[in-house]
């Protein structure tokens, strides 16, 4: 049985209104006022609400209420890409909730796994023992609720497609799909999977049939981010299939309703998936600059690795000097935790490799 994260918050309110407390009224206030911003995706001003929440809770000696704003801060240090900031505060978080009187607090599991997100965001190579653990420890020792146990599954299943152990992903992916039936948010998180499995395995078809119904599941969440990255997905996919004009004009919807939300940084990681769909590799590479920027002020040492050696596939495509960019990739090594992960992928490109998968340099591409 799950455990009811709202049921507490709407006791909590209801004894605080019969009791006329202004104070503690105005916790949920701004908790519904902060996930009211976090879905418009205003990500600095639900930052500012959650953090008044916090110092009210604290002044008011509410240590779960003080809990839970700080949760919340670190779930926008991640959709907002602050990642290297995630990582401290849910450190900061786990080690406060080893305290007596945060024992029983409905957000424990949730707050364990934030921390599991943070180190997916920063290493995922250097922790993914630490991960693993964690999300044992979780299930074997925390009373959980819906979504923490569906971010496990995703976890696990992005694990195993990170480490290309594609058999487990596919067997994790689909009980995820299947458990997930009544969320239409958890539904087009692994329908993303999916769609990142069947194109990992060379069929495109399939991956843009889960793109679409990811969209389709995003927009049912009412969930404008990811719906957004799901049509700018759809338009790498529909490149690959030579369907260039409808990957235009999704790449184009995607872009527009990203910049409506104030959200240009994930543009230019959009646009390289659709010029390299389409075959436009050396504006892919013009465009792989920016997002390599925005990786590496948002302090994750993975995706700035994974931009550098995209780079270099690219770069090897157009016949480019790849020794700049590969020297640049080499000098993250020493802050991985466990670099020869990360050196593999590095000398598959200076070896001259092309692309990532092996389907993809064997296609013949007009």
């Given at each position: 049985m799950y455990v009811n994260l709202l049921q507490w918050l709407r006791d909590f309110e209801a004894d605080a209104v019969q009791k006329q407390d202004v104070q503690r009224i105005r916790l949920a206030d701004l908790d519904r006022l902060g996930w009211r911003l976090v879905r418009a995706v205003k990500y600095d001003e639900a930052k500012t609400e959650f953090d008044r929440g916090t110092r009210l809770a604290h002044q008011?000696?509410?240590?779960?209420?003080?809990?839970?704003?700080?949760?919340?801060?670190?779930?926008?240090?991640?959709?907002?890409?602050?990642?290297?900031?995630?990582?401290?505060r849910s450190v900061k978080l786990v080690a406060r909730m080893s305290r007596p009187e945060l024992q029983n607090h409905p957000y424990?599991?949730?707050?364990?796994?934030?921390?599991?997100?943070?180190?997916?965001?920063?290493?995922?190579?250097?922790y993914r023992h630490e991960m693993t653990e964690a999300m044992d420890f979780i299930e074997q020792h925390i009373p959980m609720d819906k979504v923490s146990h569906m971010s496990i599954y995703y976890r696990r299943s992005s694990l195993f497609l990170y480490f290309e152990e594609y058999d487990k992903a596919y067997d994790l992916i689909n009980e995820y799909l299947s458990v997930s039936l009544d969320n239409p948010e958890q539904q087009s998180v692994a329908e993303r999977l999916l769609s990142q499995y069947y194109f990992a395995v060379g069929n495109v078809h399939e991956a843009l049939r889960a793109q679409l119904q990811c969209t389709h599941s995003a927009s049912e969440a009412r969930n404008m981010r990811w719906e957004a990255l799901?049509?700018?997905?759809?338009?790498?996919l529909l490149g690959w299939l030579g369907r260039t004009g409808e990957a235009y004009t999704q790449f184009i919807r995607s872009k527009h309703l990203l910049e409506n939300m104030q959200q240009d940084d994930l543009v230019p990681s959009l646009a390289v998936g659709y010029f390299m769909g389409c075959g436009r590799d050396a504006e892919a590479v013009e465009h792989s600059q920016q997002a390599l920027e925005v990786a590496r002020l948002s302090g994750s040492l993975d995706r700035t690795l994974e931009w550098h050696i995209a780079r270099g596939y690219l770069l090897n495509r157009l016949n480019r000097p790849i020794a700049d960019e590969m020297a640049q990739a080499r000098e993250l090594l020493p802050l991985f935790r466990t670099p020869d992960c990360h050196l593999r992928k590095i000398e598959r490109v200076e070896q001259g490799r092309c692309y990532p998968y092996d389907w993809q340099i064997a296609e013949r591409r007009g």
């Open positions: 008011l000696h509410e240590p779960w209420w003080e809990a839970i704003f700080d949760y919340a801060i670190c779930y926008v240090c991640q959709q907002d890409g602050k990642y290297q900031e995630m990582l401290e424990r599991a949730a707050i364990h796994q934030m921390l599991v997100r943070a180190y997916a965001e920063i290493d995922i190579c250097g799901a049509i700018g997905l759809q338009s790498l």
